[in-house]
């Protein structure tokens, strides 16, 4: 079945110092998502990507998707405290279920103040 | 505001005895979802509805049974929970078109198993 990996598991930071976790899927998707999950909170959906080689911004949030559709990144410029949490990549297989996601494992992100 | 509602928040029940989760939301949306999240784990889909067609997934135990009665509702049943069916649980809806179908998440139950 298809699989996404997520790359890293963890990641700490300095306030202030930048971010990126990196998407992998094993099949070509139709579109990816990001969502974010505060701790103790729910996943929030962030952005989709639909279009080869997609770059969207959303502020300090620059995300990513591959020219092949296979792969998908997020990378936040000059960390906040706010930014602590689980951000989760999750993908629409290419052929398959409009509707039905494959999530990562998430990254989990702190920041030292 | 237009939301998914989950009910109860937090759920305690005994080993083997059967419990039911809920779920509703108000954005008219096609389909609903049900995860399950363990801790530091990624939400594992259970089964979605699309309107009144349910979609189980194959590594969904047979104890895990769901019921959408209505568009506005879904429920979670399982019928002899066990230790490891602790977790939070998820539930989720999207308009299920293909421009538009981000998830919205209810704040979630968190089941324990005593």
């Known amino acids: 079945g298809q699989q996404v990996m997520q790359i890293p598991q963890y990641q700490h930071v300095q306030e202030g110092e930048d971010f990126t976790t990196y998407c992998n899927s094993s099949?070509?998707?139709?579109?990816i998502q990001w969502y974010k999950q505060r701790p103790g909170g729910h996943p929030v959906f962030l952005i989709q990507l639909v279009k080869s080689g997609e770059v969207k911004k959303q502020k300090r949030l620059t995300f990513q998707f591959g020219e092949a559709k296979k792969n998908s990144s997020l990378h936040i410029t000059a960390t906040q405290t706010t930014d602590v949490g689980t951000y989760f990549c999750a993908g629409i297989r290419s052929g398959g279920s409009n509707y039905k996601l494959t999530f990562g494992k998430g990254t989990l992100l702190t920041v030292n103040p | 505001d237009a939301m998914v509602i989950q009910n109860p928040r937090y759920q305690v029940t005994q080993f083997g005895k059967p419990v039911t989760l809920s779920c509703s939301q108000t954005l008219n949306h096609n389909v609903m979802y049900w995860y399950q999240q363990k801790s530091s784990q990624a939400p594992k889909l259970l089964f979605h509805y699309y309107d009144k067609d349910f979609n189980n997934e194959a590594d969904t135990p047979d104890n895990f049974q769901s019921r959408r009665p209505n568009t506005s509702f879904c429920f979670l049943d399982i019928r002899s929970p066990g230790l490891g069916d602790a977790a939070m649980y998820l539930c989720?809806?999207?308009?299920?078109?293909?421009?538009?179908?981000?998830?919205?998440f209810g704040p979630g139950t968190r089941l324990t198993v005593l």
């Open positions: 099949t070509t998707l139709s579109n």
């Open positions: 989720a809806t999207s308009r299920g078109v293909v421009s538009y179908n981000e998830q919205f």
